[in-house]
């Protein structure tokens, strides 16, 4: 059975006054590496752990390892949903039937938005389930359970109660479900746009021998004022479009003479022409 201090009233829907959890069952649905990681992390804080994944045979440290999903979510206080993003439809139509009364269930897939407010018809039959929507916002496997997270609905306070128990720290947004992965998705067009951006610089710079050089250029951008950059990159893109967009056909095709892959220098190339024409 669960022990959960109740949360006080306020009148600030933003604040949240941190909870004592203890003896939860917790259902873990995807026992790959990050499902393992908090899996075992969640026992080891003196919670009941079951988990299932039909992918997974053999046993894992700190989880009982069920037959089926159902064995898995019935007795859990908590379902915490981890398989990849795919999945995510099919394991709510699966555990819905199974849960127990006023369970929580958490989808921590990187499903998108729109796939995180489904939840809310799929589990119209079922209003004393408390849904939230997480972000994981890092590398599981690198920083464990350190990673930071954004979680948004209404089971979103109580799964950051149970996560500040293994060590992470857990932004609650005011807002919808699909709301924190909303955020996560906004985060990875500059982040993942970014990185990929790097790479193609730093190998082209490889390829001619002035890896360290552009290196020392990212490094410089990263380390400056942040938002004035921000403010630079906004204002400048749409003031010098036509110039930069010839300036990036041109990096384009010197990447393609060098045998590197320039689909970054095209992306932005293409952007910029569309700035200039708008």
């Not at 949360?7 to 590496?33: C, H």
């Not at 709510?92 to 499903?111: G, M, N, P």
């Not at 464990?144 to 500040?164: C, K, N, Q, S, W």
Request: proline share 3%; net charge negative.
């Amino acid at each position: 059975m669960s022990s959960i201090q109740p949360e006080p009233a306020s009148g600030d829907t933003n604040a949240r006054t941190e909870r004592a959890v203890g003896n939860l069952s917790v259902g873990i649905v995807g026992l790959g590496e990050v499902g393992r990681i908090y899996g075992e992390a969640l026992n080891g804080a003196g919670h009941k752990v079951s988990g299932y994944d039909p992918y997974v045979q053999g046993p894992v440290n700190g989880v009982h390892v069920t037959d089926t999903l159902a064995e898995a979510v019935e007795d859990a206080d908590i379902v915490l949903v981890l398989t990849a993003a795919g999945a995510s439809r099919t394991v709510a139509v699966d555990a819905v039937r199974h849960l127990r009364q006023e369970a929580a269930y958490v989808d921590c897939t990187s499903s998108a938005p729109g796939a995180k407010k489904a939840l809310l018809e799929l589990f119209a039959d079922r209003p004393d389930v408390q849904l939230a929507d997480v972000a994981i916002l890092g590398p599981v496997i690198q920083l464990r359970t350190a990673t930071p997270l954004m979680a948004a609905g209404p089971a979103a306070g109580l799964l950051a109660d149970l996560m500040a128990g293994i060590g992470a720290d857990v932004d609650v947004v005011d807002g919808a479900l699909g709301d924190a992965m909303a955020h996560k998705l906004l985060r990875s067009v500059f982040m993942k746009s970014f990185a990929a951006a790097t790479v193609e610089a730093v190998t082209a710079g490889k390829a001619v021998g002035f890896e360290d050089w552009i290196r020392d250029q990212i490094a410089r951008e990263l380390a400056g004022d942040g938002q004035r950059t921000i403010d630079r990159w906004l204002t400048g893109s749409v003031v010098h479009a036509a110039r930069r967009s010839e300036e990036m056909d041109a990096a384009g095709a010197y990447l393609e003479d060098l045998g590197v892959d320039s689909t970054m220098s095209k992306a932005a190339a293409s952007h910029l022409r569309a700035l200039r024409d708008n």
